[in-house]
């Protein structure tokens, strides 16, 4: 391989390890001020296969149009301890429609809320609080263990986190299938649940469509 696609691989590996976010070719492309994006999709390629061949807890997946630089999904837990939690109000919003209507797509979730859900999905991913599984070519979004405890919900059953919601919002299910488009108002982040008490989320539910 020639040294100069050597190097470009490295720029991309750098551009994804420091956006920490999935990126299209082209915003890797913007980046590196490469007005041709074909050498760049070819590192790309050549970088996902790298990272499949060797012994890493990192791999490159490619989600949609974009490519992310991460943690293998068996090794999200063990950072666990050392990945603080900090949810700002978009995040709280992604992560309540993610917990309302899981499993839910990821292009679903881009549909509700736009391309912000690639950074918020890799950030709740990353703390723990989602787990991803591919699903065609997009990723099918479910909360974990982690969530529930975070929130005080005494259960990991989908059915049983919407009921939790319902009642903590004070408003009645949505009737109809799962909506394509939603709205969320979240002005403050909640906290870690207390021990005594289970907080109340500070967002709006998910409106029906």
């Known amino acids: 391989m020639p040294s100069k696609l050597d190097d470009l691989v490295f720029q991309v590996e750098a551009v994804l390890f420091a956006a920490g976010k999935p990126l299209s070719v082209k915003e890797i492309s913007d980046a590196l001020g490469q ?7 070819s590192a790309v390629r050549t970088l996902e296969k790298t990272y499949g061949n060797r012994q890493s ?58 391309d912000v859900a690639y950074e918020e999905v890799q950030h709740l991913r990353t703390v723990g609080l989602v787990r991803t599984e591919p699903k065609g070519a997009t990723l099918e979004l479910t909360t974990t263990r982690r969530f529930a405890e975070y929130f ?30 939603a709205a969320v108002d ?6 870690p649940a207390p021990a005594e008490a289970a907080p109340t989320p500070a967002v709006e539910p998910p409106a029906a469509g």
Do not use: C, F, N
């Open 35 to 41: 007005t041709d994006y074909r050498p760049v999709q």
């Open 152 to 181: 005080g919900i005494g259960s990991t059953k989908p059915e049983e986190i919407r009921r939790y919601l319902e009642q903590k919002l004070g408003v009645p299910p949505p009737s109809g299938a799962t909506p394509a488009a």
């Open 57 to 114: 807890a990192l791999e490159v997946r490619r989600v949609g149009d974009r490519y992310a630089l991460q943690l293998e999904e068996r090794y999200v837990p063990t950072v666990h301890s050392v990945t603080p939690v900090e949810l700002a109000p978009r995040t709280v919003k992604a992560l309540t429609l993610v917990a309302y209507h899981q499993p839910l797509l990821q292009s679903h979730l881009v549909r509700m809320i736009g």
């Open 186 to 191: 979240a002005p403050e982040p909640p906290g």
